[in-house]
T-cell receptor, first 108, second 112 residues
Framework: QQPVQSPQAVILREGEDAVINCSSS?????VHWYRQKHGEAPVFLMI?????EQKGHEKISASFNEKKQQSSLYLTASQLSYSGTYFC?????????FGAGTRLAVHP | NAGVTQTPKFQVLKTGQSMTLQCAQD?????MSWYRQDPGMGLRLIHY???????DQGEVPNGYNVSRSTTEDFPLRLLSAAPSQTSVYFC???????????FGQGTRLTVV
């Protein structure tokens, strides 16, 4: 079953912050985050394992709450290069299942 | 290193035709998978493999076959193409399930 991402789309001005959420009805072993720019392949951002850890990539960080079966991606001081579609993926039984994606547009 | 290579990049098929999408990786990854991407649907898992000789179904396997005779190659076969299979197909590989997945550049397939 696909994880649920929210919001579906976000529009930001450069420098603004955003949060993308990912939730699952199943127990999570790990959460993966990827970004895909238009016409390109998805690119890995980070993986979060059990333990509620946070990780960072540039000014992008994420948290993982295994009890709530949720993960959030935090984009701070957004840059034009952050535009794209963000996917969370949840791992279970050797399958990596992705959500429907959140489209992020950053304008000058 | 080339990473994950998919061929062809574009393909147009007629309904009922069959074809094979090729995927090769040179990173000695055990885990390989195929996804299709449709507008608003995200990436949906078609089939995956955890090593040579081992394959299993994903979320949307109907109409597709796979095999994994070597670690490097993981071809996806469309048996009898249908317009509903019009999509962008991505192959991915990773060292393990909990590792970074590397995606190929995709194959844009149109079935008319």
């Amino acid at each position: 079953q696909q994880p649920v991402q929210s919001p579906q789309a976000v529009i930001l001005r450069e420098g603004e912050d955003a949060v993308i959420n990912c939730s699952s009805s199943k127990a999570l072993y790990s959460v993966h985050w990827y970004r895909q720019k238009h016409g390109e392949a998805p690119v890995f951002l980070m993986i979060l394992l059990k333990g509620g850890e946070q990780k960072g990539h540039e000014k992008i960080s994420a948290s993982f709450n295994e009890k709530k079966q949720q993960s959030s991606l935090y984009l701070t001081a957004s840059q034009l290069s952050y535009s794209g579609t963000y996917f969370c993926g949840t791992e279970g039984y050797n399958k990596l299942i992705f959500g429907a994606g959140t489209r992020l547009a950053v304008h000058p | 290193n080339a990473g994950v290579t998919q061929t062809p990049k574009f393909q147009v098929l007629k309904t009922g035709q069959s074809m094979t999408l090729q995927c090769a990786q040179d990173m000695n990854h055990e885990y390989m998978s195929w996804y299709r991407q449709d507008p608003g649907m995200g990436l949906r898992l078609i089939h995956y493999s955890v090593g040579a000789g081992i394959t299993d179904q994903g979320e949307v396997p109907n109409g597709y076959n796979v095999s994994r005779s070597t670690t490097e190659d993981f071809p996806l076969r469309l048996l009898s193409a249908a317009p509903s299979q019009t999509s962008v197909y991505f192959c991915a590989s990773s060292y393990s399930m909990a590792g970074e997945a590397f995606f190929g550049q995709g194959t844009r397939l149109t079935v008319v």
